[in-house]
């Protein structure tokens, strides 16, 4: 990345820095549809993206890509969610929301709100009567995904069956010592604490809309899969949140991986090590899927 010229975060404007990393969208893996739209939304159309491996599918993903709140959009995540849409056999409604620092807290959270919602009240439109939905993101789309978890369970919202958190923030404090523990060669603490800045101010960072580990109480929340990469300082929020949901009764897979960087998950096409986490992820879903399956028989 450095020898391509990757830009070092905070060095330009979010704009600026988005319209750098916009690359043309390259199609790795075919998907029996793949069909963009929109929903709407409390600030406009949400653009989306709805991926259907069959016409018949078992249950169904939400999506929410990640790029720090700030960077990020349907295509940055494509490559991975047509491997999900395809190994695990669900349809995926893959979502945008909007961006910081154009659109700050709590903009993400209620466009998040809003795709679930949408999503939950058309479901048989994606799958049959029961299947249930998922959601599913990773680093900034993983948080949103815990967060749409806690407020569905709070607010009487949608029926979330399962929460599948890819190297997840879920913690406000960027001086934490774990931010500390080492020097990340991706994703550093310089850099997480600039994504911070651009979404929310510092005396906002224990709500539990941003900060999901900060939530009066875990119990009653949906299984959860979590995975963590070795070299990740986000790893220490990811096996913390683990470790809360266990203490509230709450089922997680964990899902760690030697070797592996901060966004390996969302290049997983180009890496073995992508790809192996990509299988473990879908074949968690699946076993997760068939177990609701034979509960609702």
Known sequence: MKAAGWPKLGSMPAAQLRAMLKMPLMVFTQVRTVTDGTIPGPAGDIPIRVYRPADEVPGVIVYF??????????????????????????????????????????????????????????????????????????????????????????????????QILIYPATEGDVHSPAMYAFESPFLDRQDIE???????????????????????????????????????????????YARKLQQAGVPVTSLHYEGAIHGFFGIGVQLDIGQRAIDDVSRAIVRHVTASDRSAA
């Not at 978890?149 to 979330?160: H, Q």
Request: hydrophobic share 45%.
């Open 65 to 162: 890509h990640g790029g720090g709140w700030t960077i990020g959009d349907l295509d940055s995540v494509d490559a991975a969610v047509r491997l999900v849409a395809n190994k695990t056999g669900c349809a995926v409604v893959s979502a945008t929301y909007r961006l910081a620092p154009e659109h700050p807290f709590p903009a993400a959270v209620d466009d998040a709100m809003a795709v679930v919602s949408w999503v939950a009240q058309h479901l048989e439109d994606f799958a049959p009567r029961g299947a249930p939905l998922m959601v599913m993101g990773d680093s900034a789309g993983a948080n949103l995904a815990a967060v749409a978890c806690l407020l569905s369970r709070d607010s009487d919202g949608p029926e979330i069956s399962l």
């Open 194 to 240: 600039w994504f911070y800045d651009q979404y929310i101010p510092p005396e906002q960072r224990n709500d539990p809309r941003f900060a999901p580990a900060e939530a009066a109480s875990h119990s009653g929340l949906p299984p959860a899969v979590i995975v963590t990469a070795e070299y990740d300082l986000l790893t220490a929020h990811g096996e913390a």
